[in-house]
């Protein structure tokens, strides 16, 4: 109970609930089964980039190529499929797609040393490109099959969507923070120089977090198309700053070095309750950015500002 009570994620926690009551009690029928299952397929999309774009923030980086790319495999999935090619095939080649823009930017970021937020900014005007270039306008239809066994299929009562997209996601990360390259993620975000005195491969670790993040986002990418039942070269562009808002609220340090995924997961579920509290109210369009703006704010504020006061009392201690 200690840890959890220590841990940089436990403060969203608490918004986590404090806005799971607000739906229960302002959302009408938030909490039928139909009700929470469509949430939760919305949900797991923006939680899978959340993880990824954490272990990048924590690395000492940051990603903003994350919506234009979930564009990208979205619409390369369906168009596969509508060419003949199968399932599987299309899954794999589309997350192939989302691990070479990793590539490129771990490739310029780490190797050629050019500023995170200028390289996955151009990433992501290239991306959103591309996304229209393989499918101009909303439309097609993926697998019936997929779509039905993403929104609707269990495995041992929980849900296919949240096995598949959020807790394998993390299993994989907790599994590599236990290896030497969890430790090196932190030291990297923390001091990359000290990092490379103490001869960690800090070029190494950087490529590998921007892999991991683009991995993390193909895969929510086919998620997406799960929820969405078909493409859209526009309809992923919101996720990239609703996943850097999840990352901090999470409890994860902008300047690098602390955090933890679990946290990515717990912010992007206070971002979709918000968003749900905001629509349950049922305000006109305009009201409704502004509100859903106005609350992921200060929940972002809210944590950065816990994040300096902890840091503060943890330096007075030592």
Partial sequence: ???????????????????MVWNGIGTKGFYSLSSFRYFLNI????ACIAIGVTV???????????????????CSFIVMQEHGIGLVPAMLLSLLIAIAVGVLNGFFV????????????AMQTICTGL?????????????EGFTKW????????????????????????????????????????????????????????????YVFS???????????????????????????????AATVVGGTALSGGEGDPIGGVLGALFVELAIYAVLGAKVSTYVEELSNGLIVLLG????????VLKNRKRRRTV
Avoid: H
Avoid at 56 to 74: E, P, R
């Fill in 1 to 19: 109970m200690k840890k959890v009570l220590k841990a940089s994620w436990f403060p969203s926690l608490i918004l986590v609930i404090v806005f």
């Fill in 43 to 46: 949900f797991v999309p923006l």
């Fill in 56 to 74: 990048t923030v924590i690395c000492g980086g940051i990603d903003l190529s994350t919506g234009a790319l979930v564009c990208v495999v979205n």
């Fill in 110 to 121: 780490a190797i050629v040393r050019i500023n995170p937020l200028l390289v996955t900014y």
């Fill in 131 to 143: 996304a229209l270039w393989i499918l101009p306008n909303a439309g097609g239809q993926g697998s």
């Fill in 150 to 209: 993403y929104s609707y299929g269990t495995l041992a009562g929980i849900p296919t969507s949240l096995v598949f997209f959020v807790l394998v996601p993390l299993l994989i990360w907790y599994a590599i923070k236990r290896t030497p390259m969890g430790s090196w993620l932190y030291a990297t975000g923390k001091d990359e120089k000290k990092a490379f005195e103490s001869g960690i491969n800090t070029t190494a670790v950087q490529f590998s977090a």
């Fill in 214 to 244: 683009a991995c993390m986002t193909g895969w929510a990418a086919l998620a997406f198309s799960g929820n969405i039942v078909g493409g859209d070269p526009k309809a992923g562009l919101s996720f990239t700053m609703n996943a850097i």
């Fill in 300 to 307: 972002v504020v809210g944590m950065m500002t816990y994040g």
